[in-house]
């Protein structure tokens, strides 16, 4: 595979336009670990030594919470202005899941699907923000709240059964797969598999299980591609490398592979052609954090809205660089701000 063999596709800002009315129309359903990400930042200047221990403790003086996860990628659809937004996961019966449920409920996403366990608790990261004299902050280690234990076999078939009512309710799927012991077990991909080869859309994103999925679009990063397939990645990435990647991936899947490649854009392959999308360039800093779960959320509901893969790639990437311009945040994109990162970034580089 050489670079003249890839193309290279954009889209205008008709494009985008029409990409945006059209996403008014769908109804996506969204599949995964629904996590929770809190933000406790300290004022260090207020802290005292404990008298119980030889301790500095952490003044917490503001709290903030967002949905992450599969969570985020529902809220990035909603953002987006999908008709009908629903999300299917396990949680605790915990104050974090109420946080969350709660959260979603906020704005207008379906929890019809959202089951809870006296078992499970809801997947939380907490991550302490220290603040002192200057305006630097800093970041502790993270506090983890997660599941070490898989599903039962009655909560595998509780969520396979809400997939499949589900999926009679919506124009694609988008599938988020990021924990270890998560929602998407191997009995929840065969479903998916099995939905798809009956003509359901559905795009998965995976951390540590893409090369396991059957029939369904996938959506790999560059890394994951390589671990799925080469084993080890390259030390430096490259489309060509990519598009060897996404070629052995298709044989597996039978479908679609997208790769995306963080500041070299993206890559699409559907067996015949293979097509890559520019990244938008923006200035630093910049914060990663969610950016995979905003791609997942505009690239399924552009292509839902019957926009060919490469176009919706492109369009994702422009919405995914609104988002990490949002700092400390698992941000997402309203139409509003895609417009203007169109015309603050693309248009003036084109002139």
């Not at 990400?37 to 500095?56: F, N, Q």
């Not at 983890?144 to 234990?149: G, P, T």
């Not at 509901?301 to 400390?328: H, M, Q």
């Amino acid at each position: 595979m050489t670079r003249e063999q890839i193309k290279n596709v954009k889209i205008t800002y008709d494009n985008l336009e029409s990409m945006i009315e059209a996403i008014k129309g769908i109804r996506i359903g969204i599949i995964g670990d629904g996590c929770l990400d809190v933000y406790w930042y300290a004022d260090m200047r207020l802290s005292e030594l404990s008298r119980e221990t030889p301790h500095y403790p952490l003044p917490i003086v503001e709290e903030k919470m967002y949905p992450g996860g599969g969570a985020n990628v529902a809220v990035n659809a909603a953002t987006l202005g999908a008709q009908k937004v629903y999300m299917l996961t396990l949680i605790g019966r915990d104050w974090r899941g109420d946080c969350l449920t709660a959260a979603l409920n906020d704005l207008d996403i379906d929890t019809l699907y959202v089951q809870k366990s006296d078992t499970r608790i809801t997947p939380t990261y907490c991550k302490p923000v220290k603040r002192g004299y200057s305006d630097i902050a800093y970041e502790d280690p993270r506090i983890d709240f997660d599941n070490y234990v898989p599903l039962s076999k009655d909560e595998e078939a509780g969520i396979i059964k809400s997939l499949r009512e589900m999926a009679g309710c919506v124009d694609v799927i988008a599938v988020c797969d990021q924990l270890k012991f998560g929602v998407i077990t191997e009995g929840v991909r065969q479903e998916l598999a099995d939905l798809a080869a009956k003509g359901k859309p559905i795009v998965a994103d995976s951390r540590m299980r893409i090369g396991c999925f059957r029939n369904v679009i996938i959506k790999p990063n560059d890394l994951e591609a390589f671990n799925a397939t080469e084993g080890r990645a390259p030390s430096e990435m490259t489309p060509e490398s990519a598009a060897k990647c996404a070629e052995m991936l298709h044989k597996r899947t039978k479908a679609p592979v997208i790769v995306t490649m963080g500041s070299k854009g993206a890559l699409w392959y559907d067996g015949d052609t293979f097509c890559t999308a520019d990244a938008v360039r923006v200035p630093s800093p910049i914060d990663i954090v969610g950016a995979g779960d905003v791609f997942l959320a505009a690239f399924s509901c552009a292509y839902a809205a019957g926009y060919p893969g490469p176009e919706s790639i492109s369009f994702a990437n422009i919405v995914s660089s609104v988002v990490v311009k949002k700092i400390g945040m698992t941000g997402s994109a309203t139409p509003h701000e895609i417009r203007e990162q169109y015309h603050k970034y693309i248009d003036n580089e084109a002139r």
